[in-house]
């Protein structure tokens, strides 16, 4: 299974960026997928998820209302469409793949992970 995130980058204060999970080795359709993301010096954080049809997703009050995240299950990958970016979003953002029943936001329950890529929002 791998996990390959990408589109991070630098952006400043304000701005918009879009990152993306391409996914192979699994079921994609199958999976309950997860946006988490890593500050440096914090402690990795859940930002979003949604359920294997994309009918269903939620988000870390930090994010609702500026971030969605979306899939396209024809095209195994998942998205995580960011606006509105403040320098706290500055963070290494992975991407994950559950297969439990219930869609959730706790690391423990995802079973595969990404190797991450870097967003970094300049004030």
């Known amino acids: 299974v791998q996990l390959q995130a990408s589109g991070g980058g630098l952006v400043q204060a304000g701005g918009s960026l879009r990152v993306f999970c391409a996914a192979s080795g699994l079921t994609f359709s199958r999976y309950h997928m997860g946006w988490f993301r890593q500050a440096p010096g914090k402690e990795r954080e859940f930002v979003a998820a949604i359920n294997w049809s994309g009918g269903s997703s939620y988000y870390a009050d930090s994010v609702k209302g500026r971030f969605t995240i979306s899939r396209d299950n024809a095209k195994n990958t998942v998205y995580l469409q960011m606006n509105s970016l403040k320098p706290e979003d500055t963070a290494v953002y992975y991407c994950?793949?559950?297969?439990?029943?219930?869609?959730?936001?706790?690391?423990?329950?995802?079973?595969?992970w990404g190797q991450g890529t870097l967003v970094t929002v300049s004030s």
């Open positions: 994950a793949a559950d297969r439990s029943t219930s869609l959730t936001r706790y690391a423990r329950s995802y079973d595969y």
